[in-house]
């Protein structure tokens, strides 16, 4: 007991409180999100075209918005632009149960897409605001577990309720962010949170995107991880048409993939982590570019299910190495008052999301599937040249300043 304690005691309540809020909003947007093109498909008269408009508007409007939350959260304070972006959560999911036309389906989600890019890197902002700096790599990782907790049950919720009350998954989601709000309202409220949390040191949106611009070691690291994404998205956009056009019952395979995606990260994150602090960031993310690229390399041979759980699991170690290690090196490169603006640019990363799937589809569609996962194998292996790039301005600089 004494040992639990001390394990919850070393991270501020508000720190718990996040990642708590991680996984139920997390499981609640995957209950929804992942459904909504169906959702439009059968009760909208929609083309395709018009429904990829309305689902791709959140990661288009996320891709800038980060950023600008970030910075906004770094002037104003981590607490209203959270609470704001929870509240308009609420309101946007509410607002998916009564919309009936397409304009209201596509502003809304552009909405979800613009205040979850607001929340997010503030959250990681405030996290970081919270913890010492040696057990920030821990945090993240956690925050990363908390996720695929997430992850792991929205979607199995999700596809009962497609085929139930579409709506009702849109009022629970709806709901369980006006309780997070409500609950950090209270809890910011009645606990302590150290002065650092606020700076007075303020930069315009102008000085930020500046600041952004001249420096080469996040510029390199984001665009590693956009690389990165490029090859990790396939999961979700090219992986499950070829697994249901190469093999029998290729979607319940895929169904299987995802759920064992999930529940890697849930139990060997923080082993894994454990292990990896033993090491410099830059290796353990080039280790996990390697592992990565060997998972999508194994993608391009599958021929049955135990090819496709080999595969998904080389990539998963990749995805536990990289991404919290992303995370705690934007952390290292950001400066205190600059926190938020940091981490929200690393937003930009999403760029990926965009770009994968369009390249992996063009590829799938004029060479055969095993041909594109090399490319992006090599694209994801590409990844690995900025990230030392980015790596060595950081130490250059950090020695001028001595």
Not at 55 to 82: E, N, Q
Not at 188 to 215: C, M, N, Y
Not at 310 to 336: C, H, K, R, W, Y
Request: proline fraction near 3%; hydrophobic fraction near 50%; aromatic fraction near 12%.
């Amino acid at each position: 007991m004494a040992s639990v304690k001390n394990y919850i005691g070393q991270f501020h309540p508000i720190v718990w409180v996040l990642l708590i809020g991680t996984v139920l909003t997390r499981g609640s947007a995957f209950m929804t999100l992942p459904f909504l093109s169906i959702y439009l498909s059968r009760h909208m008269d929609l083309s395709p075209i018009i429904i990829g408009l309305t689902v791709g508007m959140s990661p288009l409007m996320a891709t800038a918005g980060g950023f600008i939350g970030g910075h906004l959260s770094d002037r104003f304070g981590r607490k209203p632009i959270m609470l704001t972006a929870l509240f308009t959560l609420a309101f946007v999911y509410y607002g998916f149960t009564i919309a009936a036309g397409q304009g209201w389906f596509i502003l809304l989600n552009a909405l979800n897409g613009l205040c979850t890019s607001f929340f997010e890197p503030t959250s990681q902002a405030l996290m970081a605001d919270l913890t010492d700096k040696e057990k920030r790599m821990k945090v993240y990782s956690l925050r990363y577990t908390a996720i695929n907790m997430g992850a792991s049950v929205g979607p199995l919720l999700g596809a009962y309720l497609a085929n139930t009350s579409a709506k009702l998954s849109f009022a629970i989601t709806g709901t369980t962010y006006f309780i997070y709000a409500i609950v950090l309202v209270y809890l910011i409220q009645r606990l302590v949170i150290p002065h650092k949390e606020q700076s007075k040191k303020t930069v315009s949106i102008g000085d930020a995107f500046r600041i952004i611009k001249t420096d080469k070691s996040l510029r390199y690291l984001i665009i590693g991880i956009v690389l990165v994404n490029m090859g990790y998205v396939q999961i979700d956009s090219n992986l499950p048409q070829i697994l249901e056009g190469k093999l029998e019952n290729g979607v319940v395979i895929f169904s299987m993939l995802i759920t064992i995606n999930a529940l890697m990260v849930v139990f060997l994150q923080m082993p894994i982590s454990h292990v990896a602090e033993k090491f410099k960031l830059m290796q353990v993310m080039v280790v996990g570019a390697f592992f990565m690229a060997a998972g999508l390399i194994g993608f391009s041979f599958v021929n049955g299910w135990v090819v496709a759980i080999l595969a998904m699991v080389l990539l998963t170690v990749g995805e536990i190495l990289i991404f919290p290690s992303n995370s705690m090196m934007i952390d290292t490169l950001a400066p205190e008052h600059l926190r938020g603006t940091y981490f929200g640019a690393a937003q930009f990363r999403k760029i990926g999301n965009f770009l994968g799937p369009v390249i992996g589809g063009y590829l799938l569609s004029h060479s055969q599937g095993q041909m594109m996962f090399w490319v992006l194998a090599i694209i994801t292996l590409g990844s690995i040249i900025f990230f030392t790039a980015g790596n060595k301005s950081r130490i250059t600089s950090a020695e001028s300043t001595i």
